[in-house]
């Protein structure tokens, strides 16, 4: 059984995961498009926010731009996963957060308006859990817009290719907006008048701003975000591979290209505790095609005979948009 069994619902979340219309009334486009009122979108939307469906309809800021993230793990003990989990969900900054199959159990994002910020983020948990924790920062994108199809297929929204950021568009009062967007815009007619209400600005001001950071690739996605376990994608795993920096020039533009690999880039790794630099998501809805989805990657020309292990998903503690701008800086 399907869990999107109604058609229009379907495209509602296969149309607008990303080139959301930024216009006065952009539901009303969608309206258009799908054949219902702006009413009646408005409602679906906030009935499949409420239902868990989709987390947000908002943005992803692109890594690295305007704010600062890193992945990181820690290895907690089997009889404390839950308690060590809850004290890295304190965490404001941290924006997910996983149980996964490997003896460094706990996977997280952590981000802020900065790398200092995200630093002291992890300072807090090593000393707060007792553990090491290892920061696995960005290297280098080759696939990071996770996108899904609710038709029935098991592929992917196939994303656009990475781009460089222009980071000289970037304008005061745009960290603030940009926050407001990975949040959640709100559901109803006028979104972005709304948005721009709370930020003190004008609705054109905020248009604006919107699509000069679009345009700039700061704003990487701005469409509706689904929740990929809740509508079938339930087997996922993180796969590393132990390879070359060089090498990897090659082998995760491949990677990136295969059907079922949702995410795919290169980070830094840590001398003596992790090995490995390329990592690439799988998310299917069984293990069965997770494997193999896997083993397609692994007879990829740049990653035969590569050392690798997937690590999948067994508990999603957190998943929500980015820490851009720390509110508490102001109170």
Request: glycine fraction near 6%.
């Given at each position: 059984?399907?869990?999107?069994?109604?058609?229009?619902?379907?495209?509602?979340?296969?149309?607008?995961?990303?080139?959301?219309?930024?216009?006065?009334?952009?539901?009303?486009?969608?309206?258009?498009?799908?054949?219902?009122?702006?009413?009646?979108?408005?409602?679906?939307?906030?009935?499949?926010?409420?239902?868990?469906?989709?987390?947000?309809?908002?943005?992803?800021?692109?890594?690295?731009?305007?704010?600062?993230?890193?992945?990181?793990?820690?290895?907690?003990?089997?009889?404390?996963?839950?308690?060590?989990?809850?004290?890295?969900?304190?965490?404001?900054?941290?924006?997910?957060?996983?149980?996964?199959?490997?003896?460094?159990?706990?996977?997280?994002?952590?981000?802020?308006?900065?790398?200092?910020?995200?630093?002291?983020?992890?300072?807090?948990?090593?000393?707060?859990?007792?553990?090491?924790?290892?920061?696995?920062?960005?290297?280098?994108?080759?696939?990071?817009?996770?996108?899904?199809?609710?038709?029935?297929?098991?592929?992917?929204?196939?994303?656009?290719?990475?781009?460089?950021?222009?980071?000289?568009?970037?304008?005061?009062?745009?960290?603030?907006?940009?926050?407001?967007?990975?949040?959640?815009?709100?559901?109803?007619?006028?979104?972005?008048?709304?948005?721009?209400?709370?930020?003190?600005?004008?609705?054109?001001?905020?248009?604006?701003?919107?699509?000069?950071?679009?345009?700039?690739?700061?704003?990487?996605?701005?469409?509706?975000?689904?929740?990929?376990?809740?509508?079938?994608?339930?087997?996922?795993?993180?796969?590393?591979?132990?390879?070359?920096?060089?090498?990897?020039?090659?082998?995760?533009?491949?990677?990136?290209?295969?059907?079922?690999?949702?995410?795919?880039?290169?980070?830094?790794?840590?001398?003596?505790?992790?090995?490995?630099?390329?990592?690439?998501?799988?998310?299917?809805?069984s293990r069965e095609d997770a494997l193999e989805?896997?083993?397609?990657?692994?007879?990829?020309?740049?990653?035969?005979?590569?050392?690798?292990?997937?690590?999948?998903?067994?508990?999603?503690?957190?998943?929500?948009?980015?820490?851009?701008?720390?509110?508490?800086?102001?109170?």
């Open positions: 059984m399907r869990l999107v069994a109604d058609p229009t619902d379907r495209r509602l979340l296969d149309d607008f995961q990303r080139d959301f219309p930024v216009t006065h009334r952009p539901f009303e486009i969608l309206a258009e498009e799908v054949g219902l009122s702006e009413e009646e979108v408005v409602r679906r939307l906030n009935a499949m926010r409420l239902s868990g469906r989709i987390t947000r309809v908002g943005g992803t800021c692109a890594p690295n731009t305007m704010s600062a993230s890193t992945l990181a793990a820690v290895a907690a003990p089997v009889d404390q996963i839950e308690d060590v989990a809850a004290i890295i969900n304190e965490e404001p900054g941290v924006n997910h957060s996983y149980e996964r199959e490997d003896v460094w159990n706990i996977w997280f994002v952590a981000t802020g308006p900065d790398r200092g910020h995200v630093d002291a983020t992890l300072a807090r948990i090593e000393e707060n859990t007792g553990l090491t924790v290892l920061d696995l920062r960005l290297v280098r994108p080759f696939n990071v817009d996770l996108g899904f199809k609710m038709d029935g297929t098991t592929n992917p929204v196939n994303p656009p290719a990475p781009r460089t950021a222009d980071l000289d568009a970037i304008q005061p009062g745009d960290r603030d907006l940009m926050q407001a967007l990975c949040q959640g815009l709100p559901i109803e007619p006028r979104p972005y008048q709304a948005l721009a209400e709370s930020l003190g600005r004008t609705e054109n001001e905020v248009l604006d701003r919107i699509s000069a950071l679009a345009h700039a690739g700061i704003l990487s996605r701005l469409g509706v975000i689904v929740r990929h376990r809740a509508l079938g994608w339930r087997s996922n795993a993180m796969v590393v591979w132990d390879l070359p920096h060089d090498a990897i020039t090659e082998a995760g533009p491949q990677l990136a290209a295969l059907p079922g690999v949702t995410l795919c880039y290169e980070r830094v790794p840590v001398e003596g505790a992790w090995p490995y630099r390329l990592y690439s998501m799988i998310h299917a809805k989805v896997l083993e397609r990657a692994a007879n990829l020309p740049g990653l035969k005979g590569v050392p690798h292990k997937p690590l999948f998903s067994t508990r999603c503690f957190r998943q929500t948009g980015a820490m851009i701008a720390d509110r508490r800086e102001r109170a």
